[in-house]
């Protein structure tokens, strides 16, 4: 699939294949003795763990230590500490998933001008050059994740209905990419559809922002989350409200996955593939510590999920089979149609 999407500072994107390891050089790695550290917005999320699973694991098979994984509970404050304290601890390089902007951009900028290989996931922060303060960003296509999660939902939105959006109240390039595109696409493509706009800014406020949305339109038939955490939150106001309405998202974690299997209320998933996204992200690493300059930008597509390939999206998402509860939901759900 094409990349849609430019980079933060408008580029194109290159495919992770040209940033595959050659044998000879992860021997030439493993003879180095090279230490990597990780900071990431979160390791609780699926999202995040099969990320830290790409990552770790090409760096071990690679020789590097991982000295530490930090976990940022999207807080900037928790982020800059653990920049600077890891500073002082001179790793070869850090993997990092700025949780903001501005906020964190001194910090990592103090990583580049010590000398410590940077190589981000997701988000650039404000200021920040490729090159120059940071090595390659990697990323999924977000803002053709959007346009599939836009695709996903039309066809269950009625005419001239009302469709909420709930989006990432940050400024957060991966989800401003995905809010973004789903709202363009509709204007496009469903420009009779009236899109109510709502921002949670933490996870906790997830499910209380979606009450509000419902209490001040009642009419609304259809909802965009901009990941899958928030959107479970969501899919539990929905129930507690006793709202029914179709419903997309983004990433297949484990919940979301039963969820879109028994097609209530999720009807359709934009999937990262978050276990090759590290697995980029580890290989940038070692190219460039072994002196290699890689590309500004590495993307991945996106995966167009309903309950049709959740399973098989699942296995390339997860490199694992499906959970049972999905199947246990496919076979109830065929049973009675």
């Known amino acids: ?51 830290l699973s790409g990552i770790v694991g090409t760096l071990g098979d690679c020789g590097i230590a991982v000295i530490e994984v930090v976990d940022c509970a999207f807080t900037p404050e928790v982020q800059i500490e653990a920049l600077d304290r890891l500073i002082g601890e001179a790793p070869d390089a850090i993997i990092s998933l700025p949780v903001a902007n501005s906020k964190v951009a001194a910090a990592h900028a103090r990583v580049a001008a010590a000398g410590i290989k940077l190589v981000l996931l997701d988000n650039v922060p404000t200021g920040l050059l490729p090159g120059k303060d940071y090595i390659s960003l990697v990323s999924a296509d977000n803002f053709g994740l959007g346009k599939i999660a836009a695709e996903g939902l039309s066809p269950h939105a009625p005419h001239a209905a009302e469709i909420g959006v709930l989006g990432y109240d940050a400024d ?17 493509n469903r420009p009779d559809l009236n899109l109510r706009i709502r921002r949670f800014s933490t996870l906790a406020d997830a499910g209380r922002t979606t009450d509000a949305l419902l209490a001040d339109h009642p009419g609304l038939a259809g909802l965009f989350v901009v990941w899958d955490t928030p959107a479970i939150a969501a899919i539990k106001a929905l129930r ?31 999937a990262q593939q978050p276990f090759r996204q590290g697995e980029t992200a580890a290989s940038i690493v070692v190219s460039t510590l072994l002196g290699r300059l890689p590309p500004a930008w ?40």
């Open 1 to 51: 699939m094409a990349i849609t999407g430019l980079g933060p500072h408008g580029e194109r994107a290159s495919a992770p294949e040209r940033v595959l390891l050659l044998p000879e050089d992860m021997a030439r790695a493993r003879a180095s003795g090279f230490r990597v550290a990780i900071v990431l917005h979160t390791v609780a999320s699926d999202w995040a763990k099969q990320q």
């Open 172 to 188: 957060f390039f991966a989800t401003n990419e995905r809010e973004i595109a789903f709202v363009k696409w509709m204007q496009v």
């Open 240 to 270: 507690a409200s006793d709202r029914g309405m179709p419903m997309v998202t983004v990433d297949l974690g484990h919940d979301a996955a039963i969820a879109l299997a028994a097609h209530e209320p999720l009807v359709a998933i934009a």
């Open 298 to 337: 590495v993307a991945l597509p996106g995966l167009a999920v309903t309950s049709a390939n959740v399973v098989e999206c699942f296995q390339t998402v997860w490199r694992m089979p499906a959970p049972r509860e999905v199947l246990q939901k496919l076979s109830l759900v065929r049973a009675t149609t």
